[in-house]
């Protein structure tokens, strides 16, 4: 059974850091791209960071550019995503997702194959 789990979300205070984790059984993910995704309530599904299946080539959205870093673990099969300075426009469910594309990664949500059911980080003092 294919599946991605996230996991790592929790209530944080402004400046905080967090790390998410995006696990996967009944399939590889080295051989996928894996995107990071949220939706704040009200808001539509934003595209935060992916890291391509070729060469780790990583990429982020400006909003989060010098405080997120993406990256994966073939051994343990996980991809991760550190967040840094977090701020409370943060606040989100966060969705990993996965993507057969043999080069790259894509930048929104319609191309990816499998969804993790999302995990909880609220920015709040």
């Known amino acids: 059974q294919v599946q991605l789990v996230e996991s790592g979300g929790a209530l944080v205070q402004p400046g905080g850091s967090l790390k998410l984790s995006c696990a996967a059984s009944g399939f590889t993910l080295d051989y996928y791209a894996i995107g990071w995704f949220r939706q704040a309530p009200g808001k539509e599904r934003e595209w935060v960071s992916c890291?391509?299946?070729?060469?780790?080539?990583?990429y982020y959205a400006d909003s989060v550019k010098g405080r997120f870093t993406i990256s994966r673990d073939n051994a343990k099969n996980a991809v991760y995503l550190q967040m840094n300075t977090l701020k409370p426009e943060d606040t989100a469910v966060y969705y990993c997702a996965a993507d057969s594309v043999l080069y790259g990664c894509y930048h929104y949500g319609e191309p990816y194959n499998y969804w993790g059911q999302g995990t909880q980080v609220t920015v709040s003092s």
């Open positions: 890291i391509s299946s070729n060469d780790d080539s990583t």
